[in-house]
């Protein structure tokens, strides 16, 4: 829907010229509304309930608000004053808690760690990333297996990460967005539905055994093994086993023996584990 100056000057006047503009999502402004809004110097935000309104600005002073079960967590990587005005102005309308790890590129994977703990004991529906640069944010947060991170570059991309994957991260890089940028994108996440549909969840399933054959994924070739195996293991068994050369040792040099492989281990589980902290260090290093 196309709102005109016309239909804000009427709404602002019988809100006694004062407030906020509030449109429906997805709404847009003609070319005079646009002039008219710079012009009152008022904020455009957006609302869910499908109908424009203009809001008094509240007199309170933003507080900042603990983490409380149910709340959407935030954290910022440094002094980021524009996407904290934002977020204190959003904590008078949504539930939003600041988690309490100094505000330092250092402490991402920290950060992160909390985040996933948090959402996947069901303790906060979601988390905020006020970040410089989204880059180490998204791929970190995306290797952690109850996390959904997407990145706000606008709002449509909120729209769709929010229907097709049930984004729970939100990242948000901002020194490129103003303070209403900022409150619109978060206003949109911290409101809206999560439903991951079957079809995300089942690609997600298959997307996380990608290439490790140990965390229980499907075998992707059809390539046969020979294993010399004197530790009796069953079908179905997990097992550790050398190759070529090293497969042959036990026999040598007594025999010389061509075996393709030879069972060294029966294993209750593998896990596999990526230090995120060694990483990082890697990658500010580089």
Known sequence: MIYTARQLEDMWKANGSNGQVVLPYRARLSPMANDWIKSKRLTIGYSDDGGAKIEA???EKPSPTPAAPGSFLWW??????TAKAALSAQARESNLGQ????????KLVPVIRK??????????????LMMQSAASALVFANRCPSLRAIVGTCMETVEQGLNQVAANVLIIEYPHKTLQQIRNLI????????????????SLQELATCGFALAGGKRKSTESLIVYDHLGAGDGDLIAFTESREAA????????????AYNAAILDAAVIELDLDKELATANAK
């Open 57 to 59: 600005p509240s007199k």
């Open 76 to 81: 910022c990587d440094g002094p980021c004053g």
């Open 99 to 106: 988690i309490d790890i100094p505000s330092e590129q250092t």
């Open 115 to 128: 985040i996933a703990d948090e959402i996947k004991s069901n303790r906060a529906p979601g988390a905020m």
């Open 187 to 202: 206003a949109r996440f911290v409101k809206a539905r999560r439903e991951l549909s079957e079809e995300a969840r089942k």
């Open 249 to 260: 040792m036990p026999f040598y040099p007594e025999k010389r023996v061509p075996l393709d």
